[in-house]
């Protein structure tokens, strides 16, 4: 069973994956916790390219080479052997954040995502779950964070709404594997919602 969690920065997907992977582990299931960009010594090596420096030494289309291979090298160590193993793979961010960020916010570049995807990673997950907020609530929330890391936060408000609507888009797009989550919420009562999307899959 491969999990993805999606959203806009902020929308508090790192905090939903964590606590859906603590609730699983206690109820005895294998559970493998990851990321992207990153998840793999490999890939995180890639992270590290794609979030730090000057965001403008990459070309919109080797940002989107960068950020499949990275997947690539994620899915062949990480995801495909816990999946193998009959393990539980939750992944904060998968290739839907490459439709979204490369494939929309550098100009129109889906086509060329999507093309990529099916060369090179070809998987989708079995449940991709939705946390659905306000960017102006998200940017607050990633706002509090520190680090050196350039994140696509920095776009602004203007290209979060457009994430936003493109995410729920893609969920129209991909129905039968995604929910919608109402992040502002209280997270006790988001975690309650994911873990019985979670559970009604499993
Ligand atoms: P993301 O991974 O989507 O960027 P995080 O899970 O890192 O989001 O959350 C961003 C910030 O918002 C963190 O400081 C986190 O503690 C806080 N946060 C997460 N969920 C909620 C919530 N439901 N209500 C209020 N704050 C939240
Ligand atoms: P992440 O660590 O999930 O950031 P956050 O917790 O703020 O949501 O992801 C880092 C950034 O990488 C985020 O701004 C989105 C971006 N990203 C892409 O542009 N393309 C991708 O394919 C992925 C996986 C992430």
């Known amino acids: 069973m491969f999990i993805s969690f999606e959203g806009i920065d902020g929308s508090g997907k790192s905090t939903q994956a964590r606590m ?29 390219l794609v979030l730090e420096g000057d965001p403008d030494r990459w070309s919109a289309r080797t940002e989107i080479l960068l950020f499949t291979a990275a997947r690539r090298d994620h899915l062949e160590r990480v995801i495909e052997p816990a999946l193998a193993a009959g393990k539980v793979v939750i992944c904060d961010r998968f290739a839907d954040s490459t439709r979204m ?3 929309l916010s550098r100009g129109d570049l889906r086509t060329l995502v999507d093309q990529l995807h099916s060369l090179m990673i070809g998987r989708e997950p079995d449940l991709t779950i939705l ?28 290209l979060q709404e457009k ?8 969920a129209r797009e991909f129905a039968p594997r995604f ?14 919602d994911v873990l019985e999307t979670a559970l009604a899959k499993l």
Not at 42 to 48: H, Q, S, T, Y
Not at 143 to 154: A, P, V
Not at 179 to 192: C, F, L, N, Y
């Open 20 to 48: 859906l992977a603590e609730t699983l582990r206690a109820r005895g299931f294998d559970v493998v916790l990851t990321r992207e960009p990153g998840g793999s010594p490999g890939a995180e090596e890639i992270r590290r």
């Open 101 to 103: 960020y490369q494939g």
């Open 179 to 192: 929910t919608v989550i109402d992040g502002a919420r209280a997270t006790e009562t988001i975690a309650q």
């Open 163 to 170: 994430m936003r609507a493109g995410f729920l888009e893609l």
């Open 131 to 158: 946390i659905d907020i306000d960017p102006a609530v998200g940017l607050a929330r990633a706002k509090g964070r520190q680090g050196s890391e350039e994140r696509f936060e920095d776009f602004g408000l203007g």
